[in-house]
């Protein structure tokens, strides 16, 4: 067999294999996200998200926003920024507060189906959910006391939050529900594919190479530089059919994805999810500052608590006595 011939058998072998495995985490995550979604719709039919929005309105008060700014981000964090940001151009914020909000959006958002993806890659749900909750807030504090006030007048508008028709919430909800299951299904299986392909060809090696000196300053092991790219690009949600596929072939083991997980609960999504909000008047210096820095943080923590818990464990044999 020639060189290009193997160069092509590999290339069909691994995307043969990719297939496979895409298909069937693309069933798991489908099912997950639209069950998700419709419990979500249902809630905000209730009128369940705008009371949970009102119990928080005295702690947004306590971070230079106005009440209205709980709905964003109980919204943002039980949906997604789509649907937070659809909430503050209704409601409309002057550029301080869209800055605060996105930070806080962007640390938590789609807290649901996104901590089940880390569960599942090996994380502790609770663990995720707090970190990323207590970095919402660190980061409405942070900014609060450090960026100047503003004097512009912002202008309420009333919003019109329940639809009264449930025949239209819920065509509403199917419509965008078959978008969103269309292109995370496309997202899944080109990702898996390509990710097995570059695995096969040697790809993902020589890049772990290159990102080594950039993911040791966030305390990440090498062998997680495909993951990261993918989680900072695409995001969480789109990449857990790669990050499950790594774990399920033993190329990166439990503890270097918790590590991964600890890092993208803090940030990931740094292409999509950053425009957005820097559309709409947030600041992307703050957007990739505070969060990057969140992320090296929690990171070091991990493996420093890590570290002294192993180091109080008794030895086997000493247990075994």
Same mark, same amino acid.
């Given at each position: 067999?020639?060189?290009?011939?193997?160069?092509? =058998?590999?290339?069909?072998?691994?995307?043969?294999?990719?297939?496979?495995?895409?298909?069937?985490?693309?069933?798991?995550?489908?099912?997950?996200?639209?069950?998700?979604?419709?419990?979500?719709?249902?809630?905000?039919?209730?009128?369940?998200?705008?009371?949970?929005?009102?119990?928080?309105?005295?702690?947004?008060?306590?971070?230079?926003?106005?009440?209205?700014?709980?709905?964003?981000?109980?919204?943002?964090?039980?949906?997604?920024?789509?649907?937070?940001?659809? %909430?503050?151009?209704? %409601?409309? #914020?002057?550029?301080?507060?869209?800055?605060?909000?996105?930070?806080?959006?962007?640390?938590?958002?789609?807290?649901?189906?996104?901590? %089940?993806?880390?569960?599942?890659?090996?994380?502790?749900?609770?663990?995720?959910?707090?970190?990323?909750?207590?970095?919402?807030?660190?980061?409405?504090?942070?900014?609060?006391?450090?960026?100047?006030?503003?004097?512009?007048?912002? =202008?309420?508008?009333?919003?019109?939050?329940?639809?009264?028709?449930?025949?239209?919430?819920?065509?509403?909800?199917?419509?965008?529900?078959?978008?969103?299951?269309?292109?995370? #299904?496309?997202?899944?299986?080109?990702?898996?594919?390509?990710?097995?392909?570059?695995?096969?060809?040697?790809?993902?090696?020589?890049?772990?190479?290159?990102?080594?000196?950039?993911?040791?300053?966030?305390?990440?092991?090498?062998?997680?530089?495909?993951?990261?790219?993918?989680?900072?690009?695409?995001?969480?949600?789109?990449?857990?059919?790669?990050?499950?596929?790594?774990?399920?072939?033993?190329?990166?083991?439990?503890?270097?994805?918790?590590?991964?997980?600890?890092?993208?609960?803090?940030?990931?999504?740094?292409?999509?999810?950053?425009?957005?909000? #820097?559309?709409?008047?947030?600041?992307?210096?703050?957007?990739?500052?505070?969060?990057?820095? #969140?992320?090296?943080?929690?990171?070091?923590?991990?493996?420093?608590?890590?570290?002294?818990?192993?180091?109080?464990?008794?030895?086997?044999?000493?247990?075994?006595?």
């Amino acid at each position: 067999m020639s060189a290009n011939q193997k160069y092509f =058998s590999d290339v069909q072998r691994a995307t043969k294999e990719g297939l496979r495995s895409a298909l069937k985490t693309a069933w798991w995550m489908l099912r997950l996200t639209v069950a998700i979604s419709f419990g979500v719709m249902l809630l905000q039919y209730l009128g369940v998200v705008v009371q949970v929005s009102a119990w928080l309105t005295p702690l947004f008060l306590h971070v230079g926003l106005q009440g209205e700014a709980a709905l964003v981000f109980i919204t943002g964090a039980l949906v997604n920024h789509y649907a937070a940001i659809a %909430i503050i151009e209704t %409601i409309g #914020f002057d550029a301080r507060s869209i800055t605060i909000l996105a930070l806080m959006c962007l640390c938590a958002h789609n807290l649901i189906i996104e901590t %089940i993806i880390q569960k599942k890659t090996g994380s502790s749900a609770v663990r995720m959910v707090a970190i990323r909750l207590l970095l919402a807030l660190i980061s409405a504090v942070t900014l609060n006391a450090i960026l100047p006030e503003s004097a512009a007048d912002v =202008s309420v508008k009333k919003v019109q939050l329940v639809e009264d028709n449930f025949l239209v919430v819920l065509t509403h909800w199917a419509l965008s529900a078959l978008s969103l299951s269309a292109k995370m #299904f496309a997202i899944i299986v080109v990702l898996t594919v390509l990710q097995r392909v570059l695995a096969e060809l040697g790809v993902i090696r020589r890049l772990s190479r290159v990102l080594r000196p950039l993911l040791k300053v966030f305390g990440l092991p090498a062998k997680t530089s495909f993951l990261w790219m993918v989680s900072q690009t695409l995001g969480l949600a789109y990449g857990a059919a790669v990050m499950m596929e790594e774990k399920e072939s033993g190329k990166v083991n439990k503890r270097e994805l918790d590590l991964l997980n600890h890092h993208i609960a803090a940030s990931h999504s740094n292409i999509e999810d950053v425009m957005l909000y #820097f559309s709409i008047g947030a600041s992307l210096f703050w957007m990739f500052a505070l969060r990057l820095a #969140f992320a090296a943080a929690v990171v070091w923590e991990r493996r420093l608590l890590s570290g002294l818990l192993k180091q109080n464990q008794p030895p086997a044999n000493a247990a075994s006595g």
